[in-house]
């Protein structure tokens, strides 16, 4: 059976370059970077060669990079202690934020009784920035505004620069999840006013279990796991070394090749629709993601025409054809609900339908897309 794997936005396959790299430190360098004799310092040295090179990328300071388990911690941080430490009374985000955003800003109103407002979305699912402005007017708490930079179910992208700017007139401090574009879009944090930003390695090729939060210097955030000293004290606990250079050298190839790899990788995006369109002209697509300069050019979330009963069975016969995609994020494709994201932004009768997303990265081919659609084509049509 043939094997096709369009779960980019999930995960990516880890670069062989990087996996080199991470094998030659677990064999080589195996110290604490906090103990202070040689084998220590050398793990040390790695440690913050790889955060002065992820600050690089970012036009920001090595002592703005705190490295973490992933995005989710990195937003949960950010999040948690900006309430708790930094006097904040009111968070403004989205319906459609990742739930590493919703959940925990649903945990602070709960636990610290803030005001949670949620900004309105356009038809196609953008976050309203007119609104946005409006909720900033409203009174005078200290505010956080939490937008995400590029949607992880339907890629629509919002105006980074615009968005910061309105927090910034604001006196508003403004976080942003950057898993989906961090890597795959060159962005000045230096420039652009974001206060807080979070980065997971493997949605750009790089390990499973490392990223890292961008804390603007003198913000104030204080650290959510204790016990040490580490990350400047941010975050207590040894950091894991071999991640962390896996992670540098996965993002120093990234940006080495983003020009090539991002026309390699739209060209793909670009090619799957216009077969779409051409085999299974009824199916619609989701949010901005047909619109290169609105969304990410990684990803499509597409509405197939199947009813409901025909559409339970679709992720399986997927797999059954070694086909890899999600029907909604892969956080939470296996709690059988459906997707938060599109609910907010389908019609009840789409929303029985199935809606899949397919994502894509430079280790995928044309004669991929062909039989992912020659798939689903048989599929929709019933024949075999």
Do not use: W
């Amino acid at each position: 059976m043939r094997k096709v794997y369009f779960d980019n936005a999930a995960t990516t396959a880890i670069r062989p370059e990087v996996v080199e790299e991470m094998s030659k430190i677990m064999l080589e360098v195996h110290g604490n970077p906090s103990s202070t004799h040689s084998f220590g310092r050398s793990a040390k040295s790695l440690l913050e060669k790889a955060r002065k090179s992820i600050a690089a990328h970012l036009n920001v300071t090595a002592g703005e990079i705190v490295f973490t388990s992933g995005g989710t911690e990195a937003d949960n941080m950010v999040l948690t202690s900006a309430v708790r430490d930094l006097g904040v009374k009111r968070i403004i985000t989205s319906k459609i934020e990742h739930h590493a955003v919703l959940h925990t800003a649903q945990y602070l109103e709960q636990t610290y009784g803030i005001t949670l407002s949620y900004v309105d979305l356009k038809k196609c699912g953008t976050p309203d920035i007119a609104h946005l402005e409006e909720l900033l007017q409203t009174d005078g708490e200290k505010t956080l505004v939490s937008l995400m930079h590029i949607n992880n179910e339907v890629g629509n992208k919002i105006d980074l620069a615009a968005v910061a700017k309105i927090c910034k007139a604001a006196n508003a401090l403004f976080h942003s999840d950057m898993v989906q574009s961090i890597g795959h879009f060159e962005l000045d944090l230096k420039n652009i006013p974001v206060d807080f930003a979070a980065v997971s390695a493997h949605k750009f090729h790089g390990p499973k279990g490392a990223g890292f939060a961008f804390i603007r210097k003198g913000s104030g955030l204080k650290a959510q796991i204790l016990g040490g000293e580490q990350e400047r004290g941010f975050r207590a606990g040894t950091e894991s070394v071999h991640n962390i250079v896996g992670m540098e050298k996965a993002l120093d190839m990234s940006y080495a090749n983003l020009d090539q790899e991002k026309a390699y990788v739209q060209e793909l995006k670009e090619y799957f629709i216009t077969q779409l369109k051409k085999h299974i002209p009824q199916a619609n697509l989701n949010g901005n993601c047909e619109n290169t300069s609105l969304s990410t050019y990684t990803l499509i979330n597409v509405c197939l025409p199947l009813d409901e009963s025909q559409a339970l069975m679709l992720p399986f016969q997927l797999d059954l054809h070694g086909i890899a995609c999600s029907k909604g994020s892969a956080c939470q494709s296996g709690s059988g609900k459906g997707s938060h994201v599109l609910a907010e932004i389908l019609t009840e009768e789409d929303q029985k339908k199935p809606s899949i997303r397919f994502s894509f990265s430079i280790f995928n081919t044309k004669e991929e897309v062909d039989y992912v659609i020659d798939v689903l084509n048989k599929l929709v049509s019933g024949k075999k």
